[in-house]
C-alpha cells in the first residue's frame, strides 16, 4: 500500500527537481529517496520521473500522480493543523533572517517556538535581503524574514511590523542640540547598512548629492559593528531606532533632530507556497504577533531542588 513518505518524497523530488534537494529537505539521504521513488513507482505500475543530468522531470504519469500528491500532502497538513496536537509539529525549517530581526524580537520568537512546538527545530541563517531573497526563491530556506513584501507569483507573505530609522550619533560629537540639516550631517562619516540594500541606497541618494562635502558612508553587514563605531564617535549611524533603544537609554547614543526624513523598513515573512506550509505559516503567525507586540511570552518555570 503507498504510504504517505514515499507520496511526500516524490511530491519533493519534482518540485525541487533533484534527489539531492528532496534528501535535504526531508533530511535523508538520496539513496533512502531512490528506494521510496523505486517503490511507489512499482506500486503504481509506470514510470513517475524523467532522470537527466540536470534536472528530474515527472512523465506523464508524474504530472497527474503530482496532482494528486500535493492534494493528499495538503489535506494531511490540514488535518494536523485542524486536529493535531502542537508537539506533533516535527522536524527542521530553514529560517533566514535579516539582522534588523535579529537585534530586536528573534529571541522571543525562538522561546515562542521552543514552547508551542517542542518537537520543531529552527535552522537560523542572518543575511541581507537580496541574498534571503535568492535563497528562499531557490527553496533553500522556508521562510525569511525579510524587507518586504516579495513581489513573485509563487510567494505568500505577512508584513511583521515598520521600524522608523533614525540619524543617531554619540554625544561626543555635539550634535544633539539644535536642528540638523544635511549639510551638518555631510560634515562627517555616515554608517549604515551594506551595499545591495535598500537603506544603503536611501542613504547614498540623501548624501550624494552636488553641493555636498565628497561622500564618507562607511557600510557593514554587521549591525552590531555599526553601533559600536557610532558610539565610538566614529561617525553618524543611519539604522532603525528600535535596534538601539539600550544605547539611547543608557546615554551612548542620541538620536538626532534633522530636516531629514527615511521612510520606515517595513519587514515581512515570506514563504513559498506549497501544499505543507503548516508549521512555516505557524511560525510566520507567531512572528507577526511578537512584532507586533500581542505575544506575552510565559516566565520559565521555578527551578526545582
Known amino acids: 500500500m503507498t504510504d504517505f513518505k514515499a507520496i511526500e518524497t516524490f511530491m519533493w523530488v519534482v518540485t525541487l527537481g533533484s534527489f539531492r534537494g528532496a534528501a535535504q529537505k526531508l533530511n535523508t539521504t538520496q539513496p533512502a529517496i531512490s528506494q521510496r521513488i523505486a517503490q511507489l513507482e512499482r506500486e503504481v505500475g509506470v514510470r513517475l520521473l524523467q532522470r537527466d543530468r540536470r534536472m528530474v522531470l515527472p512523465t506523464p504519469s508524474g504530472r497527474q500522480m503530482m496532482v494528486y500528491a500535493e492534494k493528499l500532502i495538503g489535506l494531511r497538513s490540514e488535518m494536523l493543523a485542524v486536529v493535531?496536537?502542537?508537539?506533533?509539529?516535527?522536524?527542521?525549517?530553514r529560517l533566514g533572517v535579516a539582522e534588523t530581526i535579529v537585534?530586536?524580537?528573534?529571541?522571543?520568537?525562538?522561546?515562542?517556538?521552543?514552547r508551542a512546538y517542542p518537537n520543531l527545530s529552527l535552522e537560523i541563517e542572518v543575511d541581507i535581503t537580496s541574498n534571503l531573497r535568492n535563497r528562499l526563491l531557490a527553496q533553500e530556506i522556508e521562510l525569511a524574514f525579510l524587507l518586504g513584501p516579495l513581489t513573485a507569483p509563487t510567494v505568500s507573505n505577512r508584513v511583521l511590523c515598520d521600524y522608523p530609522v533614525g540619524f543617531l550619533a554619540s554625544p561626543s560629537l555635539g550634535l544633539g542640540k539644535r536642528r540638523l540639516t544635511v549639510q551638518d550631517l555631510a560634515k562627517f562619516p555616515i554608517i549604515t547598512f551594506p551595499r545591495k540594500t535598500q537603506p544603503y541606497e536611501i542613504v547614498r541618494s540623501l548624501f550624494n548629492r552636488p553641493g555636498l562635502p565628497p561622500m564618507r558612508l562607511h557600510a557593514s553587514a554587521s549591525l552590531a559593528t555599526v553601533i559600536h563605531m557610532a558610539i565610538e564617535g566614529l561617525g553618524i549611524a543611519v539604522i532603525p531606532t528600535a535596534i538601539v533603544e539600550n544605547e539611547m537609554a543608557d546615554g551612548r547614543l542620541q538620536l538626532l533632530s534633522t530636516n531629514l526624513q527615511i521612510p520606515p523598513l517595513t519587514f515581512s515573512a515570506s514563504w513559498l507556497a506549497s501544499p505543507d506550509t503548516v508549521a512555516v505559516e505557524r511560525v510566520a503567525e507567531l512572528a507577526a504577533s511578537l512584532a507586533q507586540g500581542s505575544v506575552v511570552i510565559d516566565a520559565p518555570p521555578p527551578a526545582r531542588h
Open 103 to 114: 537585534h530586536t524580537w528573534l529571541s522571543q520568537l525562538v522561546k515562542s517556538v521552543n
Open 84 to 93: 493535531g496536537d502542537r508537539s506533533a509539529m516535527h522536524g527542521v525549517l
